[in-house]
Nanobody, 122 residues
Framework: QVQLVESGGGSVQAGGSLRLSCATS???????MGWFRQAPGKQREGLAS????????YYADSVKGRFAISQDNAKNTLYLQMNNLEPEDTAMYYC????????????????WGQGTQVTVSY
C-alpha cells in the first residue's frame, strides 16, 4: 500500500479557492488516485479521479468545472484545485490510491490518507 498525507485544507469564504495536496510515499505510476470528501452525517463522496500514467480523469457532476485534479510526478504529489467554493463543500477531504481505472467508487481504493478539513462559510 501507498502512504498518503493530505494538506492544504482550511477555512475560506464562499466564492474562494483552495488547493489540496496529497503527498505519496512512492511512485503511483500504474495506479489511479482520487479525491473524496465526507461531511458529517453523510456518505463519503467521490469527487475526482486520475490514472497517474495515462492522466485520464473522471469527475463527479457536482464539482465538474469547479474542481480540477492534477499531479506532479516528480514530487509524487496529487492536487485538487477547488474554485468557487460553496458552503456545501464543507467536509473532510481525503485522497486515495488504488485500482486500474479512474473511478469515484471508494471500494476500488486500498490506500487512504487521514484527511484535511475544508470549511466554507458565507
Amino acid at each position: 500500500q501507498v502512504q498518503l498525507v493530505e494538506s492544504g485544507g482550511g477555512s475560506v469564504q464562499a466564492g474562494g479557492s483552495l488547493r489540496l495536496s496529497c503527498a505519496t510515499s512512492s511512485h503511483t505510476y500504474n495506479l489511479c488516485m482520487g479525491w473524496f470528501r465526507q461531511a458529517p452525517g453523510k456518505q463519503r463522496e467521490g469527487l475526482a479521479s486520475v490514472h497517474i500514467g495515462s492522466r485520464s480523469t473522471y469527475y463527479a457532476d457536482s464539482v465538474k468545472g469547479r474542481f480540477a485534479i492534477s499531479q506532479d510526478n516528480a514530487k509524487n504529489t496529487l492536487y485538487l484545485q477547488m474554485n468557487n467554493l460553496e458552503p456545501e463543500d464543507t467536509a473532510m477531504y481525503y485522497c486515495a490510491a488504488g485500482g486500474e481505472w479512474p473511478t469515484l467508487l471508494a471500494k476500488y481504493y486500498n490506500s487512504w490518507g487521514q484527511g484535511t478539513q475544508v470549511t466554507v462559510s458565507y
